[in-house]
């Protein structure tokens, strides 16, 4: 079966042959190998078989040879291509006798230092001379067996010089030294070997009931972080339900109120209206009396018509029924904001306890972040430099080229580099005044809500030598420390924490924001006078 697909394979691509062509020579190849073949010697009028190397004056019409064309359709249909899984590949073992495509090998043999398929390998199987010859699995490494020096099998271990060397190298350069049979070493390297094989099976024994316990682990984390997301969704649940009731009881007060409030102004407006209808009466009956013609009736009844009862108390009372309503809607808007307040005071509580906080430079170190200041956002004021990383107010105004993302009215700059999941970064204050922030990238460029912290948009930590103050949406918040000479900002984007920190020996928290940030921040400096001055550091976790 070997030979046969042998003898049907093309000696150019050594698979079976495809359209086979004969030459006047005899030797047949697959037609596109042949032509591919003459092509690439460049010389048309001359050819020469790619096997024998006879020469064509002419180059040959090829044909078909129909022949070898079912022979090979005949193998395929009979499967005994099956054989090409014979031959080797780059990782097997050639057999070093055959010609052409290689098989693989089945056997070396460490005498003859070749190794042979099982064609080849008869001779050695059946032949008496080769009775002695030694057999082993196929190997890449026999000339590393046999002595280059004395051309002899390696069959003796040096102990004194940990290698495997032949007899006679024992008795030369070896003379003197701790020599024993190759095989006796391996015997006892082989205790060794099971001594070392029973350590690494007891080692796994043990990592496997660690990996146990760590996926019982596991298993508890999940469930304790279920249970925690259950308890606290049927705690806010709980909650929103109190509030709604509470909103129906409030609204319920209320209307009452209002109720009541209207009942006691609609009597009033009976009583005023009745009122009024009796004193258009006697208005009327005046005026009737004016324009008698009787002196002896207008004095008759001028004195009965004339007398008006004094104004009663409750009709001059003066209502202001809303004054209570206004009451209520402050006491619920301070309400407001103190659940405001103390939801997230709750929510940086549990984020602080849910997101490990790095507490050490070199943990805060492995979240640092290349930034590079962008200079279409510095202020006309200001001077990049060290690869737009150092900045510094020159003192007077410059005339950059117009860009719509520059600052107009602050000495300030923004980041090129959009700041969203875990970054640190530090920012070294060479002197003066200095504000380090974050923003978002819509931030206004002009006016003074374009500046760091004056807007609902940035956070702003503002530096100079007197002390710290932090700035959001021009609400500010004094610092009680010492000015720092460098600043370290760790943002948690999805948290929604942004922290200060004074970098010396140790890391010190100057302030802490816990919100939401609804778009990727931008970190920003300004600084605030021609003697102020800072830089972002170039950081990576090796930094010291």
């Avoid at 069959?155 to 030369?172: E, G, N, S």
């Avoid at 939801?343 to 940086?348: E, G, Q, S």
């Avoid at 010492?482 to 970098?503: I, K, M, N, T």
């Avoid at 010190?508 to 924001?513: A, D, K, S, Y």
Wanted: aromatic content about 6%.
């Amino acid at each position: 079966m070997e030979a046969r697909a042998e003898v049907l394979s093309c000696s150019i691509c050594l698979d079976l042959l495809k359209d086979p062509v004969t030459l006047n020579c005899g030797h047949s190849f697959c037609q596109v190998c042949v032509e591919g073949y003459w092509d690439s010697e460049g010389e048309r009028n001359i050819c020469q078989c790619p096997q024998c190397r006879r020469t064509f004056r002419r180059r040959p019409v090829l044909q078909k040879n129909v022949m070898l064309a079912k022979l090979v359709e005949e193998l395929k249909k009979t499967g005994l291509q099956a054989a090409d899984l014979c031959y080797a590949g780059p990782e097997d073992v050639a057999c070093d006798s055959c010609t052409g495509r290689k098989l693989k090998a089945l056997k070396s043999c460490l005498l003859c230092l070749t190794s042979y398929c099982e064609q080849h390998l008869q001779p050695h199987l059946e032949a008496p001379a080769f009775r002695r010859h030694k057999l082993v699995q196929p190997s890449k490494q026999l000339k590393e067996i046999i002595c280059p020096q004395h051309d002899e099998e390696k069959k003796m271990f040096c102990r004194t010089d940990q290698q495997v060397i032949c007899h006679l190298c024992a008795v030369d350069q070896h003379r003197d030294h701790h020599i024993v049979l190759a095989a006796a070493e391996r015997r006892e390297r082989e205790k060794e070997v099971d001594q070392s094989r029973g350590r690494i099976q007891q080692r796994i024994q043990e990592r496997q009931e660690e990996l146990k316990l760590l996926q019982q682990e596991q298993k508890t984390i999940r469930d304790s972080a279920d249970k925690a997301v259950k308890d606290s969704q049927e705690s806010l649940q709980q909650m929103i339900q109190n509030l709604q009731i509470r909103m129906l009881v409030v609204e319920h007060q209320i209307r009452s109120r209002q109720e009541t409030e209207a009942a006691g102004v609609r009597g009033l407006q009976k009583q005023l209206e009745q009122e009024i209808a009796e004193l258009k009466k006697k208005d009327a009956e005046l005026q009737q009396l004016s324009l008698t013609d009787s002196h002896l009736v207008f004095l008759q009844n001028w004195s009965s018509l004339s007398q008006v009862s004094e104004d009663t108390p409750s009709s001059r009372t003066h209502v202001r029924p809303h004054c209570c309503f206004e009451e209520v809607s402050a006491a619920v808007s301070a309400s407001r904001e103190r659940l405001q307040d103390l939801l997230r005071d709750t929510c940086t509580n549990i984020s602080l306890m849910l997101v490990p906080q790095p507490k050490t430079r070199a943990e805060f170190l492995r979240f640092s972040r290349d930034i590079t200041l962008d200079p279409n956002t510095a202020g006309s004021w200001l001077l990049l430099s060290e690869g737009n990383r150092k900045v510094r107010d020159v003192g007077e105004k410059q005339s950059p080229p117009h860009h719509p993302d520059r600052f107009t009215d602050h000495p300030q700059a923004l980041s090129k580099e959009p700041l969203t999941g875990l970054c640190y970064w530090e920012v070294e204050r060479r002197r003066g005044a200095i504000h380090v922030a974050v923003s978002y990238k819509n931030i206004s460029r002009s006016g003074r809500e374009s500046l760091y912290g004056y807007n609902d948009k940035s956070w702003s930590l503002w530096c100079d030598d007197s002390g710290c103050s932090f700035t959001h949406n021009s609400i500010k918040t004094e610092v009680s420390t010492a000015p720092p000479s460098r600043v370290g900002v760790y943002l948690d984007h999805s948290a929604g924490l942004l922290s200060f920190y004074s970098v010396s020996g140790t890391m010190t928290l100057l302030h802490r924001v816990h919100t939401t940030f609804t778009q990727p921040l931008h970190a920003g400096v300004c600084v605030w006078s021609s003697s102020s001055s800072c830089e972002i550091q170039k950081l990576n976790e090796t930094t010291v």
